[in-house]
């Protein structure tokens, strides 16, 4: 397939910019690759405050990495209680929307430190200390990011489980994590739904001695079972708290070393049970800091919303730690993008007058199909930057993000990370970097990626291959909880001494980074490599697609073939010639060798609560017939199980 056009930085953007041209960008680039430490080391002396420090910027013993050695800190005191004395104490700090109408609060950074300080003090009250491990399982609301501050101002290792999962997987997450306490809500609302949450703890808790308490929240006001000497409400536990002489103090925030750890977040892999990626403090926060200027361009007065859920590293590093630390105002959603209509995105981007708006190219696809008219009904003309995140971007929803909701106007950050990075590692920077719609572009400064062979030598240009990255970075993932050699064999024994991210990808003659989907999205055709984010492009460029999904099919005679799942924009079709016209309109696009042996027509795809289609489950359904893998994530069986029976019957 021939490359995106491409589209030059804004001069009018460019002016604004933290990183002024291509040749700012490429001396600072530069300067990292020249001297790493000393490059990361500054930014840790200038951008976060510290109580001591740091005597090292960098201890590396492959593949585990100390940064910041000797220094000491703390991340709740770097995302709070320094904005009191730096002009931002009353400036909001949250700006959030609950889904039911009405439902709104804003809070300012010293009315944030007042809710953090008074639950960090009732989790003291209840015999929390340094090193112990918490679960948060809470709706989007206010009070997630408070307990995951008062944690960390404690020295407390936070778990978030997202509010979607089942009570099973809460039940294996607070084994694994060993959590003395869960932290909940009586429920969250969900398209008008009520989210029963203290129900599936009571269930996942069933048999568990070592979680100690419950502390419950009261969103919905539902009637709930309350367990004598375990459970307790979120109010009650800060009046017992207020009430006791020991735990009336302000609440300091400890003083932690520079690598101790922050939060455990587990990802969902094929088979076995979820991996425990552990994050520490310092690195991560002057990364997640460092992004938010230079790929979101950050100013005093944005308004920045990432449409994550924070049970995702995404909402993690750019709804609580990223963008507090760097003192932005954040917008907090709590409910579902297309209810109680399909542009409750846009109002709430018209209402707060969001400046930056970052979201994953699955919303981004899901709106498209409903149409033009519903952004339109509303004033965007607050925006001037857009972010995309969670699995790379099809050209054809790239140009629809940018001329539709960006009004040809607003840059399209295309950021490339993992839960493994902390951080976004390649992404345009604004204003200095020309944008190729589909393409990540180049990697932020101290970022070294490559791309390789199976043998770990670095292949051509426009030739596909695994990406890799060179050197550790500060917000990198630590290890695996409680499995180190795990966390040595899956990401740094394929190209030793190098990360391996899973990912393939291809970089351009421009040096552009493509990234092309997991590596078992790769698919061999006939002895052409192919990737499966490449046919789904082309398909979704087809003025009927809505989405497509791709996977490899076994085949006797070319090994493997191309088999799309596809849904298509409102309208009427004559199946069996759009199935023939699809097929070679992926022909013209990519080659012949491309061409979908088969193409299924579904009215939707299975994917993520995070929104991320679930193509290993398509995968088990056209070589296995059924579903056998981790499946926790999944958002709504009945998508899969209609899938699987479409299957049977054809």
Known sequence: MSE????????????????????????????????????????????????????????????????????RINACYNCVDRHLTDGRKAKPAILWEGEPAGDQRSITYEELHHLVTRFANALRHLGLRVNDRVIIYMPMIPELAVAMLACARLGIIHSVVFGGFSAEALRARIQDLDARLVITADGGWRRGKEVRLKAAVDEALEGLAHVRNVVVYRRTGSAIDMKNGRDIWWHDAEAAAASTPATTDPCEPAKLDAEHPLYVLYTSGTTGKPKGILHTTAGYLLQTSMSMKWVFDLKEDDIFWCTADIGWVTGHSYIVYGPLCAGATVVMYEGAPDYPAYDRFWSIVEKYRVTIFYTSPTAIRALIRQGNKWPEAHNLSTLRLLGSVGEPINPAAWEWYYKVIGKERCPVVDTWWQTETGAIMIAPIPGAVPQKPGSATL???????????????????????????????????????KDPERFKEQYWSRVPGAYFTGDAARRDSDGYYWILGRVDDVMNVS???????????????????????????????????????????????????????????????????????????????????????????????????????DITTLEDMSVVSALAAQHEED
């Open 527 to 629: 002895g052409h490599r192919l990737s499966t984010m490449e046919v789904e492009s082309a398909l979704v460029h087809h003025p009927a697609v809505a989405e497509a999904a791709v996977v490899a099919k076994p085949h006797e005679i070319t090994g493997q073939a191309v088999c799309a799942f596809v849904t298509l924009k409102k309208g009427d079709y004559n199946t069996e010639q759009l199935r023939e016209e699809l097929r070679q309109w992926v022909a013209h696009e990519i080659g012949a060798f491309a061409r979908p042996e088969e193409i299924r027509f579904t009215e939707a795809l299975p994917k993520t609560r995070s929104g991320k289609i679930m193509r290993r489950l398509l995968r088990e359904i056209v070589t296995t017939h059924s579903v056998t893998g």
């Open 443 to 481: 990697p932020l400064p101290g970022i070294f990626p490559d791309v390789v062979d199976a043998r770990g030598e670095p292949v051509e240009d426009n030739k596909e291959g695994y990406l890799i990255i060179h050197w550790p970075w500060p917000s990198m993932a630590r290890t695996i909880w």
């Open 4 to 71: 995106s056009k491409t589209y030059p930085p804004s001069h009018a953007f460019a002016s604004r910019a933290n990183v002024s041209g291509m040749e700012a960008y490429r001396e600072m680039y530069a300067r990292a690759r020249h001297d790493p430490g000393r490059f990361w080391g500054d930014l840790a002396h200038s951008e976060l405050s510290w109580f001591t420090q740091p005597l090292k910027t960098l201890e590396w013993d492959p593949p585990f990495a100390k940064w910041f050695s000797g220094g």
